[in-house]
Structure formats: C-alpha cells, structure tokens
C-alpha cells in the first residue's frame, strides 16, 4: 500500500463536515485538506473546519463579519446566519455557498482588477456596529503568521538549505517590529482580510457570479498594505509580472480614490498618493521573508531542493538584508547620504 | 549676404542655441562654420543628461529598492546591487503553488 505523502485526512471529521454542509448521511466531497483547514463540499454549500488553534471566541467574529451586510459583495457571506458551530473534536466549523475559484493552471487568466476593487471596498467600506457582533473586532492576522512561518523555519530539521535560512534570519531582524509581532501596528482601524492570495477568490453564484473574498480566519483590524503585500512581494521578487501587478495596485488605488475614503486613514490616503511603496515597502518584504522561510520550512520538512519562486523570494531577502544593514550601519555611524552617480 | 555654395540662392543666418547657422532660402541646405559642428554635438549631449523630465512634480519608485529587474519593465527603484541578470518571469509550477497558498 503507497503511503500517503501528507497526513491522511479524518474520516469522522469529513463525515461531521458533510453533514453541516447538508447531508445527513455524511458524504460529501473533500476539496481542502490542510494543517489548517479541511473543507468538505455538498452540492452547493461547503462546510469547512477551521485550524486546530484557531482562537474561537474572535473566530466567531470574524465568520459574522463576513455576514454583515457592509461587506456585502465584497466578502462571501456564510450559508448561515450563525457563526461558527463545534465540531466533534473540538474544532469550529462553519458553512458557506460554495463559489467557483480562480483556475490555479491559468494564473494568465487571475482576476486581478477585480482583487484589487474588492480590497479598497474591503478597506473603505464602514465597520459593522460593533453591537450585531459578539465580541470585539480583532486584530489581523498577518503580522503573527509572518512570526509563525519563521517559527516553522526554525523549528524545521536544520541542517540543509542553511544559506537560505541566514538570508531569511537576516532579512527578519531588519523588519519594523510591528511586521514581527511584536508591536502594534501604526495604523490598526482598518479592516483587512490578513492573507490575501488567488485562492482567496470566487465567483458566486458559480460559474460566472462576481467575485467575492472568502477565508475570514485572519481577518482583522490592522494595516491595509498586508493585503497588498503578497501581491507586492511576487512582484518585487520578479515572479510577478509588472503588468499584472499593475492591473492588481491601479484597479486598488482607483477604487480607493473613488471610494473618497482615503480621508480616513493616513495609510489608505499613501497608497492612494503618488509613492504607493513608502507604505508597501515594510509589508512586502515581511511576506518576502514569510515566504522564504515557508519555503526553507518546507523543503526541510520533505528534504527537496527549493522551488523557483521559494529561490526567487530567498534572494529577495538576502537583497533586502544587504540594502537595510547598510542602511542601519550608516544611521548608526551617522555617515551622509550615499551620492547619486 | 552668403551665396548658397550648391545652388547659389541666399542665405539667411539663424542663431541656434548660441551657434550661428547659415540655411539656404531655396535648397534649405544648412552651412556651419569651423567648430559650429562640436558646439552642436555637445548641447545636444547637454540636453540628453537633463532630459526627459519626469511626469508630474515628482518621480517615485515603481518599486522597492530591494526589487529584482523585470525585463522589459519600466523603471523599478535604484537597483545597483549586483542583481541585474536575474531572470524574467516564471509561470512554473513553484510560482503558481505560491500564487494559490498562505
């Protein structure tokens, strides 16, 4: 019998997530197995069982989030009106419509106008009141995954890909602290989905319906740029192409001007501004790092070389840790400005 | 007043830049003087270093100083630091994993 190359998956929860997607004698169709999430489709619902360590009391939150008619369509609503229900187990389960996503073989075909409308009316649209919502809204998760993936790096069975993870460490020690977790961010009232990527998106109803955002479990208050920083890092890495990222920042800041929101928020107002980066810049490369050491992480784990876009965002990091200690150097020694040639 | 020396029609004296220029009224043929040449060559170097100026009051980065260079791309921050034949872009396997995952 092969074994499996990935954890196999848990009959009983599948049963119990076919049964909350719908039918009650608990067939349904896998279509996510991951560390962090399984989720089991019936029809025309998904149910889906959140991470083992997920925080339940603001998990529940943000599923309601997602529900509030301020998002509506912009974030998925889920199938019910409740928010998040107890598997059997322990863990927390929730069930949303099921929407067709992005096809992973045809990143030419990504919608990126449309990803980019979505999060400025994610990012400009009114907060929920605070009263329809069992708790308080709570922060984006970002900055503390970026910590997790370096956790992961570190905690990976050392010994290989050891250049690559001092590329990684470097790159690290020179982010602000916020981007480590370990402050608050500057700017922590506006609401961010905190993992932005294409798998994030549907179209609802399927096939054809408008896009929407799904996956609210890092969802949160918080600086508006992480969402655009994984779009950012591909692109700075030169994984992205500059048309695409194009596409993805002009359909962003448009939306925003239009939204007339930037007022709100000096963040929003930058990206909206003509230097965009100044306010990318410390996002973009925490998810340069974030991806790196998930990389170094992984092929640690699976004892694989690293992949093209794993080595692109490597040596992403090694260049940001040359230009940010020389940087550092100099503040310290208080040497002038380099000269243009 | 100079004669065009090709078809003998006159010529009217035109001032370039400080350079004066004989151009004749009928072939448009243009007559330079000694050095009127070089004078030329090197406004012209003058105007390639100030120019084109940039759109608008002021030029930021179309990307961080840490970027990798696109091919083909417009401008994509000060680079300089050694990482110029990086590649162009990947459609690979590695990116479009990446492109779909956390």
Known sequence: MPLPDRPAGDPALHRALAVLAGDPAGNG???????????????????????????????????????????????????????TVPLPGGRAGSVW??????????????????????????????????????????????????????????????????????????????????????????????????????????????????????????????????????????????????????RFFAAYARTLRTAGAPRASSTLRGLAGPDPWRYLDAPARALTVQSAALGVAKARTEGRSLDEAEEACVAACARIADLFERTERAGRTELPAPQAP | MMQCPKCGAPMQTYNRSGVQIEQCSNCRGIFLDYGELESLTRLEAQWMQSAPPPPGPQSYPAGPAWGAAHHGSHGHGPHGHGHKGHHGHHDHRGFGRMLFSS
Do not use: N
């Open chain 1, 29 to 83: 169709e896998v279509v996510a197995e991951r560390a962090d999430a399984t989720v089991v489709r019936v029809g025309d619902r998904v149910a889906k069982a959140h991470a083992p360590d997920a925080e339940a009391a603001p998990l529940d939150v943000r599923v309601r989030v997602a529900a509030a008619a301020t998002y509506r369509g912009v974030l998925l609503p889920p199938a019910s009106s409740s928010g």
């Open chain 1, 97 to 246: 419509p099921y929407g067709a996503p992005v096809d992973p073989d045809d990143a030419a075909a990504a919608p990126w106008e449309a990803a980019g409308e979505l999060l400025a009316r994610l990012h400009t649209a009114p907060l929920p009141p605070l009263a329809q919502l069992p708790g308080p809204l709570p922060p984006m998760r970002g900055p503390a995954k970026a910590l997790r993936a370096l956790t992961r790096m570190r905690t990976a069975p050392p010994g290989a890909h050891a250049a690559a993870a001092d590329a990684v460490e470097r790159a690290w020690a020179v982010l602000p602290p916020w981007c480590r977790d370990e402050e608050r961010p500057p700017e922590a009232r506006i609401l961010c989905h905190g993992d932005f990527h294409l798998g994030q998106l549907v179209r609802h109803p399927p096939p054809d319906g408008p896009w929407h955002l799904i996956d609210v479990d890092d969802l949160g208050l918080g600086d508006p740029a992480w969402d655009l920083a994984r779009p950012a890092c591909w692109y700075a890495a030169g994984l992205l192409p500059p048309t695409a990222w194009d």
